[in-house]
């Protein structure tokens, strides 16, 4: 399976709090289509020269400000082979490390994530924006049981993320402006690790989930 997302990553390096290093690249001083390590003086990657199969491509077709953005493509099942390096120019042993990056997430490109700290978070949002309509338990009541294994409109975890993005023709609300991409593919990933629970409201849709 393809996987691609595009990435624009801001890094915050503390030593400690007084003198708290940071860097952050939106990437708009590079050019569109280019290999960022071969073109960056900051960047580089794991393998050397710079530019080979590790190295990832600059992209102007979405940015989240500013015009550009990383476009991390991979080519195997598995991930990869990109591989990008930011070094720290020096050994860093003391302090905290935190990273931040917005990335493109929607509905052609989702995936399940399987990370307790996700589930969690997806946990809390169901609490907070579908127990009304399908109980806390998920076994339905106005919306469908989202535990059994009958779907109306598909259990592909890019599809139940359109589902909960864009909101569906019989009652199921759109979350476009209540959660970001990220929470929504918590939420998503969340429904789709409940087990079924007993005496439900009853099957509704002919896409049985395998
Ligand atoms: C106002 C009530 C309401 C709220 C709030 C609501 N839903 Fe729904 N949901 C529905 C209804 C009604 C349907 C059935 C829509 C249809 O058949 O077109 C539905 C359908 C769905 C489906 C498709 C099920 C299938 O069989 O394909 C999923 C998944 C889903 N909702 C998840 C959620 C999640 C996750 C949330 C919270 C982020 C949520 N819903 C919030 C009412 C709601």
């Keep these: ?4 997302y595009f990435i624009l990553l801001g890094v915050l390096l503390a030593s400690s709090a007084s003198k708290a290093q940071t860097f952050s690249d939106n990437f708009d001083s590079y050019k569109s289509g280019d290999n960022l390590a071969a073109t960056s003086a900051t960047w580089e990657t794991w393998s050397s020269p710079n530019g080979g199969a590790d190295d ?24 990869g082979p990109i591989d990008l390096v930011l070094p720290f120019g020096g050994v ?23 990370g307790s700290a996700d589930l ?23 919306g469908p049981n989202l535990t059994d294994k009958n779907w109306i409109y598909g259990y592909d ?4 993320f359109a589902t909960i ?33 007993a005496n439900g409201k009853p099957a509704q849709g002919d896409n049985i989930k395998k």
Excluded: W
Aim: proline share 3%; net charge positive.
């Design 1 to 4: 399976m393809k996987q691609k």
């Design 56 to 79: 990832v491509k600059v992209s102007s077709a979405k940015a989240k400000s500013g015009s550009n953005s990383l476009c991390f493509q991979s080519t195997a099942t598995n991930g």
């Design 92 to 114: 860093k042993n003391t302090g905290t490390f935190s990273l931040k990056m917005a990335m493109n997430v929607d509905e052609t490109n989702a995936t399940l994530m399987t």
């Design 120 to 142: 969690a978070a997806g946990k809390v949002a169901f609490g907070v924006n579908c127990v009304t309509c399908h109980k806390a338990d998920g076994s339905g009541d106005v």
């Design 157 to 160: 975890i890019k599809e139940v």
């Design 165 to 197: 993005k864009l909101g569906r023709p019989n009652g199921m609300p759109t979350h476009d402006a209540l959660l970001n991409p990220i929470q929504i593919q918590q939420v998503a990933s969340y429904v789709l690790s409940l087990k079924e629970v």
